[in-house]
């Protein structure tokens, strides 16, 4: 290849780079929310991760404003004291960790579960798989306890049949037969 052959291949592969690439990244997943999300436990095997707070830039552009609307609502009505109810969440991630070291004998959530946390606008979304015999509803109510709380929502499932699974799955963590669910 004569060298203004391989010049033109090259520039010719990175235009078709430069229209493959915004495209590429439109589909990449991030938490543009900044959202805690974390694992806590490890104790129930092949439990798939969440998806969590992760999104692609265009379910961002379209979650945005809604988003910014509910975190302002709280402050304007009175019902908190920080401008958003988003601005809580790294204080209350911090207060569910020291709580969890506290609550740990009683409800067991370190021997019996593989649970994730995500916080958004003060409420703690609990994904992961338990089990069977796990107190649930002891857990949700302990860390509901937990200052600057409005609600935890309980999307803890008890490891079995792909229906049990009630929140979104992570890429790596979806099956075909996941991927094809509504």
């Avoid at 988003?67 to 209350?92: F, V």
């Avoid at 999307?155 to 075909?176: F, N, T």
Wanted: aromatic share 8%; hydrophobic share 40%; glycine share 4%.
């Amino acid at each position: 290849m004569r060298q203004s052959e391989k010049a033109r291949w090259a520039a010719s592969a990175m235009l078709a780079l430069a229209f493959i690439a915004p495209a590429r990244a439109d589909q990449d997943l991030r938490n543009w929310g900044n959202d805690p999300f974390f694992q806590i436990s490890h104790a129930v095997a092949d439990c798939p991760q969440p998806l969590g707070p992760l999104l692609t830039r265009q379910e961002w552009q379209r979650e945005e404003h809604y988003r910014a609307e509910r975190g302002n609502s709280c402050y304007i009505q009175g019902t908190c004291r920080l401008s958003s109810g988003y601005r809580y969440d790294g204080e209350i991630s911090e207060a569910v960790k020291r709580r969890l070291t506290h609550i740990a004998e009683q409800t067991q959530w370190d021997r019996k579960s593989t649970l994730w946390l995500m916080l958004q606008r003060r409420i703690i979304y609990v994904q992961g798989c338990v089990a069977a015999d796990f107190d649930r509803e002891a857990f949700v109510k302990q860390l509901a306890e937990t200052a600057d709380v409005v609600t935890v929502i309980d999307q803890m499932a008890v490891l079995g049949p792909p229906d049990a699974i009630r929140y979104p799955l992570a890429p790596a963590a979806q099956s075909p037969a996941a991927e094809a669910k509504p």
